[in-house]
C-alpha cells in the first residue's frame, strides 16, 4: 500500500508534528509505504521536524515558494508520478490547492484529517462550503474528524458522517540529551522553591490568543501568586510579537521556537492553552504525557478530554476574566490532581501506536470499499 502525505511544510505545528510521528509509526508496517510531500519551499522554519523522519519514510519538496495556478498542475503532475493508493492531506486549504489532482487523477483514494475546529474553519464564504460539501458529498474525499465534539460538528455542517474519527496521538514523552539543561535553565526563571511554572506551546498567531494569556498572567502575578509563565514558539520576534513581549510582566519569558518541549513540561507544574479555536491540540496530548495539569480555553479536544478539577481546569469561555479564574483554580486545587491519571489518559486516548493501527484500518477499509 503507498501512502503518500500531503502537507504545506514540516514546520513547528501540531498537524506537522503529527505527520511526523504517524508516518514514522505507519513505515514500521510490512505492507506500507510511506511518502511526505511537502509544498512550499525549504527553509530552516519548512524544515522543523524534517530531520526527525525516518530513514523508513520518503521525503519529497516541491520548492514552491507561493502556488499559482501553475503550480496546480506542478502538483498534479508530481503526485501521479507517485502512483499512490491512498493520498492523505493535512491542514484546511490544502482541499484547494490539491482539488484539480482530486478531480482530474481519480486512482488513488483521497483521505483528510481535519485539524481544526469545523466551526472555525468551515464556509467563510458561500463558494468556500460549496467547494467542501462538494468534495465530501460526493465521496471524492474521505473525512476523518479527531474529537468526538468535531465528529458532531461534521455531521451538523455537512449533514453527512465522517469517514472515521480517530484522534490524534503522540510518541511517549522521554527526557531529551537536554533534559537536565533545561532543569537548570528553568531553576533560574524561579523565585524559590515554591514557585509555580507554567508553559505555553504556539506559535505567534490569532488563533493562539496570546494577549489574552499574557494579560491575565500579569494579573495573576499581581495579585500575588509565586509563578512564571515560559512561553515556546516562534513568531514573536515580529514588530508585532515585540509588542506582546514588550506588554508582559518580568515573570513571563520568551524561549523561542524549541524541538523537544516534553524536556520543559516535564519541569513544569502547569501547561496553559489559550486558543479561540483547535482541533485536537498535540500540545495538550503531550502535556497528558509529561504528567503536566492542562489550564484551558473551552476549546475541541480540551472539551472531550479535560474533567475540570480532576484531569485539569477549563476556564468558561474565552476571556481574560474567566481564563484567571481557572488558573486561581489551578493554584488552589492543583495538588487535588493526580498526575498519574493524566499519563493514564495518555495512554489510554493517545497512544501513536494505536492511532497509527486505527489508520491502517481506514486506509485498507477505503480500498476495499471502492
Known amino acids: ?3 503518500l502525505y500531503i502537507i504545506p511544510a514540516l514546520s513547528s505545528g501540531g ?57 496546480l498542475f506542478k502538483i498534479y503532475r508530481a503526485i501521479k508520478k507517485e ?21 482530474l487523477y481519480r486512482k ?5 484529517t481535519i485539524h481544526s475546529d469545523i466551526k472555525a474553519i468551515v464556509g467563510i464564504t458561500k463558494i468556500d462550503k460549496w467547494i467542501k460539501a462538494f468534495c465530501y458529498k460526493y465521496g471524492l ?42 532543569k537548570k535553565e528553568i531553576e533560574s526563571y524561579k523565585k524559590d522553591d515554591n514557585t ?7 506559535r505567534f498567531t490569532r488563533a493562539k490568543n496570546h494577549k489574552m494569556l499574557i494579560t491575565a498572567f500579569n494579573q495573576f502575578v499581581e495579585q500575588g501568586y509565586n509563578a512564571i509563565l515560559l512561553i515556546i514558539g516562534n513568531g514573536f ?18 524561549l523561542g521556537e524549541q524541538h523537544d518541549v516534553q524536556d520543559y513540561l516535564m519541569n513544569s507544574d502547569g501547561f496553559c492553552l489559550s486558543s479561540i479555536f483547535e482541533g485536537m491540540p498535540i500540545t495538550l496530548i503531550e502535556a497528558f504525557a509529561c504528567g503536566c495539569i492542562p ?43 493526580n498526575k498519574d491519571e493524566l499519563t493514564k489518559l495518555f495512554h489510554n486516548h493517545f497512544s501513536i501506536e494505536s492511532c497509527a493501527s486505527q489508520y491502517h484500518t481506514l486506509y485498507t477499509n477505503t480500498l476495499n470499499i471502492y
Open 1 to 3: 500500500m503507498k501512502i
Open 15 to 71: 498537524a506537522e508534528r503529527f505527520v511526523t510521528d504517524l508516518t514514522n509509526e505507519l513505515s514500521k508496517y510490512d505492507d506500507c509505504q510511506i511518502t511526505i510531500m511537502t509544498l512550499k519551499t525549504e527553509s530552516k522554519e519548512n524544515s522543523f521536524y524534517k530531520n526527525e523522519l525516518s530513514e523508513k519514510v520518503t521525503y519529497k519538496n516541491l520548492g514552491i515558494e507561493k502556488i499559482k495556478v501553475k503550480d
Open 83 to 103: 502512483q499512490p493508493n491512498i493520498v492523505h492531506y493535512h491542514l484546511a486549504n490544502t482541499v484547494y490547492i490539491l482539488l484539480l489532482t482530486i478531480l
Open 108 to 112: 488513488p483514494k483521497y483521505v483528510e
Open 141 to 182: 474525499v474521505n473525512v476523518c474528524t479527531i474529537t468526538p465534539s468535531n465528529g458532531v460538528a461534521f455531521k451538523e455542517y455537512y449533514h453527512r458522517n465522517c469517514a472515521a474519527m480517530i484522534v490524534n496521538a503522540r510518541k511517549v514523552a522521554a527526557p531529551s540529551k537536554l533534559f537536565d539543561d533545561r
Open 196 to 202: 509555580m511554572v507554567f508553559t505555553h506551546i504556539g
Open 237 to 254: 520576534d515580529t514588530p508585532r510579537g515585540k509588542i506582546y513581549q514588550a506588554h508582559a510582566c518580568e515573570n513571563i519569558h520568551f
Open 295 to 337: 489550564i484551558s480555553t473551552p476549546v475541541c479536544g480540551a472539551i472531550d478530554f479535560i474533567e475540570n478539577g480532576k484531569t485539569g481546569f477549563l476556564s468558561k469561555d474565552y476571556s481574560k476574566e474567566s481564563y484567571l479564574k481557572a488558573l486561581e483554580d489551578f493554584a488552589h486545587r492543583h495538588q487535588l490532581i
